[in-house]
């Protein structure tokens, strides 16, 4: 079974500031999709990004990139020129491809990102 | 815009009810989800549901049960809520080709039994 691991469950940073978020993940498959979501305090969450495991090039949405190390199992998200709209509960997620049954997001446990005036 | 619509923001319910959670989709999705969101646990998925009257269990579906009976339906039930169900429940939506693998969530029940 697939897992996923967001070590900081708190972080805070001043406006403007650039901030990386932890992810981490176990499993034996080679293809693969990554996520970021975001789920601010009104509780909608939203795709802030994704990545499929075969790109090797890191996926970018304007402020937001990641650094994604396949080897290492590692998919970190940075979020440059931080603003006080980006203050929300971030989950990383992951999706393994295969029959449609077998599509389901494991989330990590989810941090929560201030960002401070 | 995709729009997934959840009955209820706030619910209240008693130990031993029957609780139903509805939620709604407005975008023709095959693929539907039921999770519980409780802190520093993250999401978790209870249910899920690839077509019409078609589900399959997640990882946490004991004590849940779900009803797919029109394509932009999905309903958990609690057949006897439990002070343990106590939690935010999140439904989403998925279009079934593998292109566009993004899930659309709606804003959340949350649900307090006493």
């Known amino acids: 079974a697939q897992t996923v691991t967001q070590s900081q469950p708190e972080m805070s940073v001043q406006e403007a500031e650039t901030v990386t978020l932890s992810c981490t993940y176990d499993?034996?498959?080679?293809?693969?999709?990554l996520f970021w979501y975001k789920q601010p305090p009104s509780r909608q969450m939203i795709l802030v990004i994704r990545q499929e495991a075969y790109k090797q090039q890191n996926a970018t949405e304007n402020r937001f990139s990641v650094n994604f190390q396949k080897a290492a199992k590692s998919f970190s998200l940075k979020i440059s020129d931080s603003q006080l709209g980006d203050t929300a509960m971030y989950f990383c997620?992951?999706?393994?491809?295969?029959?449609?049954?077998?599509?389901?997001?494991?989330f990590g446990q989810g941090t929560r990102l201030t960002i401070n005036p | 815009d995709v729009k997934v619509t959840q009955s209820s923001r706030y619910l209240v319910k008693r130990t031993g009810e029957k609780v139903f959670l509805e939620c709604v989709q407005d975008m023709d999705h095959e693929n539907m989800f039921w999770y519980r969101q409780d802190p520093g646990l993250g999401l978790r998925l209870i249910y899920f549901s690839y077509d019409v009257k078609m589900k399959e269990k997640g990882d946490i579906p004991e004590g849940y049960s779900v009803s797919r009976e029109k394509k932009e339906r999905f309903s958990l039930i609690l057949e006897s809520a439990s002070t343990n169900q106590t939690s935010m429940y999140l439904c989403?939506?998925?279009?079934?080709?593998?292109?566009?693998?993004?899930?659309?969530f709606g804003a959340g029940t949350r649900l307090s039994v006493l």
């Open positions: 997620a992951f999706m393994k491809l295969g029959i449609q049954g077998a599509q389901k997001l494991v």
């Open positions: 499993t034996s498959e080679n293809n693969y999709y």
């Open positions: 989403a939506s998925r279009t079934g080709g593998a292109a566009k693998n993004i899930q659309y």
